[in-house]
């Protein structure tokens, strides 16, 4: 991640609906951070109705709405 990072920025935060895997014994982490290199990866997938099992067909406001709350 720190190849992305403008030489000029203070910290970069990349935000996926991806799974992230920091190693091949994890399953998942909601995010991951390296402050050495002032970068970090933060995912939103399993706040996805949808990966609950739900249909909602108010899907993308319910989960704006939950991240919002969350953070």
């Not at 000029?8 to 390296?34: R, S």
């Amino acid at each position: 991640m720190k190849n992305y990072k403008p030489h000029d920025a203070f910290a970069m935060l990349y935000i996926t609906t991806k799974d992230l895997y920091p190693g091949p014994d994890w399953t998942y982490c909601y995010g991951w951070a390296n402050p050495v290199e002032s970068t970090g990866v933060f995912s939103f997938l399993r706040y996805d109705p949808v990966w609950d099992g739900l249909d909602d067909p108010n899907r993308e406001k319910t989960w704006l709405h939950m991240n919002v709350q969350n953070m």
